[in-house]
């Protein structure tokens, strides 16, 4: 974090003395405190991406900025299921068991943006242009044995897939026989209020061959692998996400989520796996990584509501219900459990990369990479995963 916080400090005053003037002007400049500190910053960075490495395998660019133009594509799978065991307490006209299963799958949704940094130092930012609504915050801060990647990615959905399953009443006998018949449908259900996601993704990786070896050259071209070469590699990833469709408007899909309307959820793993850089000629690398990791913390956190539409089942029974205008639905925080933690068993997770780069020169590159991630919780009696995949195809100038 300290490095990265240098690197912002560089950024921000670096390039504007560019254009000093000669004679007085520049031994004023030269002798300006903040230029002094980012001069020494630079020099710091240029050393520590040179030191130690094997220079028959990797070489590092003499320019040492890098501006890049970014078009990305991602998808995310967002699962919740909700299960009820004594459905008859909600409906009379349903019995045992009743499944919920909102799905937001977003259509693979397109983003423009751009990334800028020094030495493997940077952040970018994109921007949706087709798909699920969102925006992607990244930062980055990679060396040639390590790298450390932040990715903020907020996207909502105001159509989810819905699956539900269940006994229905569906006939009453002459001699008052109460007959169930199991049910099941999957469709789209239109919501007044979307769904909204945050998803934030922290990894960090560390080569034990970075000599040779190197994470940057394939994932944000601040070093050249010159040959081929493999490590392995120990990994760990933290992922916060939270959902919600606490709204007034969405009362009716609440109560089928077991009066649930936010989820909160927290996790941390750590693995190990490996990695190659494959060099099949001069300028072109394939690489590709997979660490398996375990889940050794997942914390999640509920928020329960009740509402007037829940109320007037109760008293009024479905058919009632169904003439309320949606417009008319008020929520409320639960007079029980409204707020829950839950820490959920250890699981198994896997990270997954691979990129394909190409360089022109020392100053032009071409660079497509991609990860895909999944995440699992469970809680009382919610279950549900993100899967969550990505690929960035880029043009960098190094300056």
């Not at 903020?152 to 699956?163: G, L, M, R, Y």
């Not at 996400?241 to 909160?264: E, P, Q």
């Amino acid at each position: 974090m300290q490095r990265l916080t240098l690197l912002v400090t560089a950024l921000m005053v670096s390039i504007l003395p560019a254009q000093a003037g000669d004679g007085q002007d520049e031994a004023s400049y030269s002798r300006n405190p903040v230029i002094t500190f980012v001069r020494k910053v630079g020099t710091l960075l240029d050393s520590m991406a040179v030191n130690g490495l094997d220079r028959r395998y990797l070489g590092v660019p003499s320019k040492p900025w890098q501006i890049i133009l970014r078009g990305n594509m991602n998808q995310s799978d967002l699962k919740l299921s909700s299960s009820t065991h004594n459905a008859e307490e909600m409906f009379f006209f349903m019995q045992d068991e009743m499944t919920w299963e909102p799905r937001i799958k977003t259509i693979p949704a397109t983003y423009t943006g751009f990334w800028a940094g020094y030495r493997g130092y940077g952040v970018g930012f994109s921007w949706n242009v087709g798909g699920d609504k969102g925006r992607i915050l990244t930062v980055g801060a990679t060396g040639g044995s390590y790298g450390v990647n932040m990715r903020i990615h907020w996207f909502d959905n105001d159509n989810p897939e819905v699956k539900f399953r269940g006994n229905v009443l569906s006939d009453i006998t002459e001699e008052l026989d109460i007959i169930y018949t199991p049910i099941s449908f999957n469709e789209e259900m239109d919501l007044g209020s979307p769904i909204k996601t945050r998803a934030l993704f922290l990894d960090g990786y560390y080569l034990f061959n970075g000599k040779r070896c190197s994470y940057a050259a394939a994932y944000d071209q601040s070093a050249i692998q010159k040959r081929s070469a493999g490590s392995l590699v120990a990994g760990a990833m933290y992922f916060h996400s939270t959902t919600k469709y606490d709204t007034d408007i969405n009362a009716d899909l609440i109560l089928f989520m077991n009066d649930i309307g936010r989820i909160k959820t927290w996790q941390a793993s750590a693995g190990a796996g490996y990695i190659y850089n494959w060099v099949p000629a001069k300028g072109l690398l394939v690489s590709g990584m997979a660490i398996p990791m375990l889940t050794f913390y997942n914390h999640n956190k509920l928020w329960r509501y009740d509402s007037n539409f829940k109320d007037a089942l109760a008293e009024r029974g479905f058919s009632d219900v169904l003439d309320m205008e949606e417009t008319t639905y008020r929520i409320r925080e639960a007079s029980q459990n409204a707020v829950s933690t839950y820490n959920s068993n250890m699981g198994v997770n896997i990270d997954a990369r691979m990129s394909v780069t190409y360089e022109w020169n020392n100053f032009l590159y071409f660079n497509a990479f991609g990860q895909f991630s999944n995440f699992k919780y469970k809680m009382d009696h919610i279950t549900g995963h993100l899967n969550d995949w990505y690929v960035n195809a880029s043009i960098g100038i190094r300056l």
